[in-house]
């Protein structure tokens, strides 16, 4: 495979954002093996856009011929007050729930789980010099930098939040060095830390990422994070402006059920969640289930996806391309209706292999019943 298709593989939906495909190409030129990494924090159910979002591209990144592996942040979940801040129910959960759940979202989506590496985060936190490296990021960040790249919920705190929480960035940024990835993946929320790593890079005394003696900067992966089906806080966004100040708001959440689907949703669960949707009629612009459509279901280009509609109104009718639902949902073409109706049974059939693995093995499912869900 030329250099040119591992890019297309590695920029296609859902990527968002590449920093920067200069780099990129540079270290493809220079044939330093490319290691990814991906860090989830383990906060509740899985949802379609950690579950989906994450496996398209791990899916595209095993494609492109480059090793991919997820980190299970036990201790940044435990920073983060996640699951009642129990770092023993995180570290049980990461391992079983989510672990198994990641590895069937990634299969859905085309790639292969067993060449996924897992690793906890706290197998590496507590042996070697991972916390030389923090100090030394941290040595080269100042406090204010720091400050901005915690959680929109930290900086609203300012001065009551707990110290660890701003030990948290150069974690992140430390988790890339130590285990020497070259290819950092997130969701576009987590791009603070990663243009931290990138800016750093040059500067680090330990564990530098270093190949044929020259020091590398990391790249930058940023997946779409996928809309909320719930009706924004704002409406009608005027302005792109105004989407950036209530963009947090907007997105799928495990802590609000009816702003996401999970991966391991009874079909009617879906259905129903999908009837509930905000999808105004005719606008295409900031529309959860259009968000849904281009970037799970039209992916890959050409795809079939058929929209039933009564004979009355036109009857069924199938697209092929995301363009072509967009241009007839503007003009009124499809119901609102018709495109809830469509997208609930694409993803219910996508889906069917997840829920009948959590059919067979409950386990998993059954301890997350007992957990505290958090955001």
Not at 86 to 109: N, R
Not at 117 to 127: C, D, P, Y
Not at 277 to 301: G, K, M, S, T
Request: proline content about 5%; glycine content about 6%.
């Amino acid at each position: 495979m030329d250099i040119e298709e591992k890019i297309r593989l590695i920029t296609k939906k859902p990527t968002e954002e590449v920093l920067t495909v200069e780099n990129l190409r540079h270290l493809l030129e220079i044939g330093m093996p490319l290691q990814h990494y991906i860090g989830f924090e383990i906060s509740g159910y899985i949802h379609l856009g950690t579950g989906l979002m994450a496996g398209a591209k791990i899916a595209d990144f095993q494609k492109a011929g480059i090793k991919t592996r997820i980190f299970l942040a036990d201790w940044h979940s435990w920073i983060n007050d996640k699951l009642g801040g129990d770092l023993e129910v995180i570290q049980k959960v990461a391992l079983t729930y989510f672990k198994e759940g990641m590895k069937q979202s990634i299969k859905v989506m085309g790639g292969d789980p067993d060449k996924v590496e897992f690793v906890l985060a706290s197998e590496i936190l507590e042996r070697g010099d991972y916390w030389r490296t923090v100090i030394d990021i941290s040595k080269n960040v100042t406090l204010a930098r720091m400050m901005r790249s915690i959680t929109i919920m930290g900086r609203q705190m300012g001065e009551a939040i707990d110290f660890a929480k701003l030990i948290y960035p150069a974690m992140q940024v430390a988790d890339i060095f130590y285990q020497g990835v070259n290819i950092a993946h997130a969701g576009m929320d987590q791009r603070k830390a990663h243009v931290i790593a990138i800016e750093v890079a040059p500067k680090l005394r330990y564990h530098p990422l270093v190949w044929n003696g020259e020091k590398v900067k990391p790249v930058a992966v940023h997946h779409h994070l996928l809309l909320g089906l719930q009706e924004p806080p704002k409406w009608p966004i005027e302005s792109e402006e105004e989407f950036k100040e209530i963009k947090a708001a907007m997105k799928m959440s495990k802590s609000k059920p009816y702003s996401a689907v999970f991966i391991h949703d009874s079909p009617e669960e879906i259905r129903q969640k999908l009837r509930k949707a905000f999808c105004p009629a005719r606008e295409v612009n900031y529309n959860p289930v259009l968000d849904w459509a281009e970037h799970i279901i039209f992916r890959e280009e050409p795809t079939e996806f058929t929209i039933h509609r009564p004979a009355k109104f036109g009857g069924d009718v199938t697209y092929t391309t995301f363009e072509e639902l967009k241009k007839d949902f503007a003009e009124g073409k499809i119901h609102p209706l018709d495109l809830k109706n469509a997208v609930a049974e694409y993803l219910i059939e996508l889906l069917k292999p997840v829920r009948e693995y959590f059919e067979k093995h409950p386990e998993p499912l059954e301890l997350m019943k007992s957990v505290q869900i958090t955001r």
